[in-house]
């Protein structure tokens, strides 16, 4: 076992009853304590699968996964392994199941059995991480995409989990309502430390991560940094996906000669990395 | 002929104490065969707007005229249904036949063709959108992948061969290489088929390469329409609308608020990338 290693997959293989093909063959890879993941991957490449094994929703066929050290295909675990694991879904509609915004961040501790005055604390502590402290007595039903997976969130942040999953969480909102959830997130590890591994159709949140794992056809085909993965364009096309416009932009403009380093993967980035090339250049002359 | 919308306001519940004006005093025209993006903000009205576009929602002030036929006659929308195909999000999660085929053939069934006319149509819409016939027909469609289903639904409009288009986020959910094979089929639609196209979207990058025109939505209120030059040369209110920009136009903004002179409003990638290469050949 690696050392920090918060989830392991080990040798992991899935197939759906009566499906004509595998869902997941082979695949092995071990999440750290506090680092962002993203698994990007082609619809239909196991992505949400694999999600799913994170905390026992689905079970391996084949291999193994724990997290901390329980291994989800032991009943006793279960528990412990959902309330570590925290996982919000695509649809914003199908994940708040009471009708006022802080009865439904309640939810989850009060069925772990947690005391009233603590569900209390934790409510309105997960409702001020998420910026919703002012929507607690709202109706759920009438919050946007964006403010709806943040109380999502909160629950989850009630239940104090290690982990957050994302699964596909923004796919279904509009833009700011994708900047609203991915800062939540990021502001989630960068100030508690939080483990995130982020499923995602969108190259541009995978820049974001530490490390990113390529999923096609069931299998783990690539493993890096953002600059390490988007920089194997030849191997992303192989895999239904596709490097990020600003990675392609600067590519181009290597390309043709200038001065553009391969850190360069973001607007902001590559903005700086021009300025500096176009300016020295006119100093030259 | 086109579709002309005039002067449409739209209240949800109207006359009750939960009256919702969600559109007001929109005047647009929809030509033959052309592509028209709208973009707006989550509550902008868009889903409103196209939802006019065949019956589905009438006016509660102004008119929407389709080919000539106003969408208030109840006895012409049918008509006016074969001729405007909706392809609402998600449209995968309206399969409900056994199977493909059947499925397919659903819309122009309901249109009163014949087995005859219906057939070819059918095999021709599955050829259109990628799902080959003799491999698909008879395949369930709750076997599919989520890209080969999405197909399938949109197959389903278009086997009613509608002379216009209308798609509500055709690309959500689908992975990069999903996303261009639906807008390269929308594209093809147009060019082949001479189909008007509209198409609402998130995605401005989407917009700005394949829209002739974009329709901006704010508040229920067409803020413009134009051609995606002129929209996305206003560049400081859409942002201030909640929507975002095509990457081109945010890294020429990232330039010139680095001091760099750009006078161009770009909206592609391709051209800024020439600009930029051009610069640097230049003073060189």
């Known amino acids: ?285 | 002929m086109p579709i002309i919308i005039e002067q449409l306001s739209h209240t949800y519940l109207p006359g009750s104490q939960l009256a919702y004006p969600a559109l007001g005093d929109v005047s647009l025209t929809v030509q033959d065969g052309e592509f028209l993006g709208i973009i707006g903000h989550t509550g902008s009205g868009k889903s409103t707007l196209i939802q006019h576009l065949n019956g589905l929602l009438l006016p509660t002030v102004g008119s929407v005229l389709v080919d000539g036929l106003d969408t208030r006659e109840k006895k012409l929308r049918k008509q006016i249904r074969s001729l405007v195909g909706m392809v609402f999000q998600y449209p995968e999660y309206q399969l409900f036949e056994e199977t493909v085929e059947r499925d397919v053939a659903f819309g122009p069934k309901n249109m009163g063709l014949s087995e005859e006319e219906v057939a070819p149509r059918v095999e021709e819409a599955l050829r259109l959108v990628g799902l080959n016939p003799s491999e698909f027909s008879e395949k369930s469609p709750f076997e599919l992948s989520g890209g080969e289903k999405r197909r399938a639904a949109l197959a389903g409009i278009l086997a009613m061969r509608p002379k216009y288009l209308v798609l509500d986020e055709p690309m959500a959910g689908l992975d990069p290489l999903g996303r261009r094979e639906i807008l390269a089929l929308i594209e093809s639609l147009r060019l082949d088929y001479g189909t008007g196209i509209v198409m609402v979207s998130h995605s401005m990058d989407d917009v700005a390469m394949f829209a002739d025109r974009i329709a901006v939505l704010d508040k229920g209120s067409l803020f413009m329409v134009g051609s995606p030059e002129d929209v996305f040369s206003h560049s400081a209110e859409l942002l201030d609308m909640g929507l975002n920009l095509p990457q081109a136009t945010q890294l020429v903004r990232a330039l010139r608020e680095r001091g760099i002179e750009i006078q161009k409003d770009y909206f592609r990638m391709e051209e800024l990338a020439l600009d930029l290469i051009g610069r640097w050949n230049h003073d060189r």
């Open chain 1, 1 to 285: 076992m690696t050392p920090n290693a918060l989830i392991e997959i080990v040798n992991v293989g899935f197939q759906y009853i009566g499906a004509e093909k595998v869902a997941l063959k082979n695949i092995s890879l071990s999440i750290q304590k506090g680092e962002v993941v993203a698994i990007v991957g082609h619809n239909g490449s196991g992505k949400s699968t694999l999600c799913k094994m994170l905390n026992a929703l689905l079970l391996p066929a084949e291999g193994y996964v724990t997290v901390e050290g329980m291994d989800t295909c032991d009943e006793k675990n279960l528990l412990e392994i959902r309330r570590r694991v925290g996982m919000v879904f695509q649809n914003p509609d199908n994940q708040l199941v009471t009708t006022i915004v802080e009865e439904d961040v309640g939810f989850g501790p009060e069925n772990l059995g947690i005391k009233p005055s603590e569900i209390r604390t934790r409510v309105n502590e997960a409702l001020q991480e998420v910026e919703m402290t002012e929507y607690a007595e709202k109706a759920s039903h009438a919050l946007s995409g964006g403010q709806k997976q943040r109380v999502a969130i909160a629950g989850l942040l009630a239940m104090q989990p290690e982990v957050l999953v994302l699964d596909e969480a923004t796919a279904m909102l509009d833009p700011r309502g994708r900047e609203e959830v991915l800062s939540t997130v990021r502001k989630l590890n960068r100030e508690r430390g939080m483990t995130v591994v982020m499923i995602t159709q969108f190259m541009e949140e995978a820049l974001g991560a530490d490390r990113v794992f390529v999923l096609s056809e069931g299998r783990l085909v690539m493993e890096g940094t953002p600059r390490e993965v988007f920089n194997e364009r030849t191997l992303l096309e192989e895999s239904r996906l596709d490097a990020p416009a600003f990675v392609k932009l600067r590519d181009e403009l290597i390309a043709a000669g200038l001065p553009v380093s391969h850190e360069a993967m973001t607007c902001d980035t590559l903005a700086d990395e021009l300025v500096r090339a176009l300016q020295a250049q006119t100093e030259n002359n």
